[in-house]
């Protein structure tokens, strides 16, 4: 808890001189005064501090008395000849009899209480008070940004701000049947914002955000709400005539309309200039876009290109080989050579040795060289055919021997390509064969 001494101290560092707030809360005067005309009763001013509100209603001729429990306060109110109790303010209200107050005020009060203590306050306040009595609580301004934000926790007993829209309706929740909002201490804010003329250039947009300014950071930094107990039209009047709306005057001066239209004509050369450079910078980059894709579709067409191709000339490939293949399937040398396959195929698949199979091929080979020596015409053939495998007729005279085909494979057999086909240890024996030969024929 705060010191007396120390919150005596911040009230008069920040809250002001008691003059200037007495010159603050005249502003009140026409409707307290019209209030006491009508309900002769005295006023009770709940945590009446320096005490400025009970010397300007003694100063005007209205009672009251005031409650505070700073000491400091209550000993130098005393020291003033005013009426002020140390007490709390919900227990003293409590103690007293109904309709017994004409004006029960509060300034900068209501913000320390909290919400529920603040229910529980205007409820007794209206009770006390008489069926003509009003309420009167002043308390910062939460709609000022600065005040709502800033200033409003300068006093650190401070719960939280309270808009003014919430307090109304908190006194009619309480059973006042009238509520008056008004802004106060407006003056205090420096306000050198004007409209400009609306016939200037770009006027109507700058005069909307001068709106909002003023409406939020202009704002009167304080409000008080006059809450009437049962509804009377002429105090009603009284209180919302000291309402005052905000009407920022015009600029006349001809100088600063101009600065300020050449400002703005300057600050929308440099907008068109940045829109400018982002369209010139957004076109850079389609452009480069635009060449990369292109890039890629040139690549896209020549490797598809490619693929065509590639692929045609394998078609061609194929086409031969089945070309190939259907003529080897359609020759005669693979006709006539599948006796020899289909031997070979059932040899392969027979569960005989390799020795004997090959001695079944050679006298299969055999038989079949004797059965063509036997019929010219398919002699003739198969010499003709063999001389254009030479390979094979070859592995046939190694197989079989020259003298099983002769006259079978062709002329020159035994003189030439059994010669030409044996490997050097083969051509020297031939060689020693054919000098033998040579001896024993020229032996008489």
Same mark, same amino acid.
């Given at each position: ?188 804010? &420096?306000?050198?914002? #004007?409209?400009?003329? *609306? /016939?200037?250039?770009? =006027? +109507?947009?700058?005069?909307?955000? $001068? !709106? ?86 040139? &690549?896209?067409?020549? #490797?598809?290109?490619? *693929? /065509?191709?590639?692929? =045609? +000339?394998?078609?061609?490939?194929? $086409? !031969? ?124």
């Amino acid at each position: 808890m705060l010191s007396d001494d120390f919150y005596r101290a911040l009230e008069e560092r920040f809250r002001g001189t008691k003059e200037t707030i007495k010159a603050r809360q005249s502003i009140y005067l026409p409707v307290v005064q019209a209030l006491h005309a009508t309900v002769d009763k005295k006023a009770l001013d709940v945590g009446c501090g320096r005490g400025e509100w009970l010397e300007l209603l003694g100063e005007h001729g209205i009672p009251a008395e005031g409650l505070d429990l700073n000491e400091e306060f209550v000993e130098a109110g005393r020291a003033a000849g005013l009426s002020v109790t140390k007490a709390d303010a919900m227990q003293f209200l409590a103690s007293q009899p109904a309709n017994a107050y004409g004006l029960v005020s509060a300034f900068h009060v209501v913000e320390h209480l909290g919400f529920d203590n603040l229910l529980a306050f205007l409820k007794e306040a209206h009770r006390v008070l008489d069926d003509g009595g009003a309420i009167l609580l002043e308390t910062p301004n939460p709609a000022n940004l600065v005040v709502g934000a800033c200033n409003f926790y300068l006093d650190p007993t401070h719960e939280r701000p309270i808009p003014s829209v919430l307090l109304s309706f908190a006194c009619e929740y309480s059973g006042f049947e009238s509520a008056v909002v008004v802004p106060v201490n407006r003056g205090v804010v &420096r306000n050198d914002l #004007e409209m400009m003329p *609306i /016939e200037l250039a770009g =006027a +109507t947009v700058i005069n909307k955000v $001068v !709106s909002v300014l003023d409406d939020n950071l202009m704002q009167a930094p304080d409000y008080a709400v006059i809450a009437f107990k049962r509804h009377n039209p002429e105090l009603v009047a009284t209180a919302q005539s000291l309402v005052s709306g905000s009407l920022l005057a015009v600029s006349k001066r001809e100088e600063d309309s101009v600065d300020l239209l050449n400002l703005t004509v300057v600050e929308a050369q440099a907008e068109v200039r940045r829109w400018q450079e982002r369209a010139y910078q957004a076109e850079l980059r389609i452009r480069d876009f635009e060449l990369k894709l292109s890039e890629a579709e040139r &690549r896209a067409e020549a #490797e598809r290109f490619r *693929i /065509e191709q590639r692929a =045609a +000339t394998a078609e061609v490939e194929i $086409v !031969s080989l089945q070309d190939q293949i259907n003529a080897m399937y359609n020759s005669r040398s693979w006709r006539l050579s599948a006796p020899v396959r289909l031997g070979g195929m059932v040899l392969r698949k027979a569960p005989v040795s390799r020795p004997a199979a090959k001695r079944l091929v050679t006298l299969g080979l055999l038989h079949a060289a004797a059965y063509v020596r036997c019929r010219p015409v398919l002699k003739a053939r198969l010499s003709t055919v063999l001389s254009r495998f030479p390979k094979l007729r070859s592995r046939l005279v190694g197989a079989l021997g020259i003298d099983a085909l002769r006259g079978v494979a062709g002329n020159g057999v035994d003189e030439v390509d059994s010669v030409d086909r044996l490997t050097a240890r083969g051509r020297k024996v031939y060689a020693d064969l054919t000098k033998a030969k040579d001896s024993s024929n020229s032996t008489p």
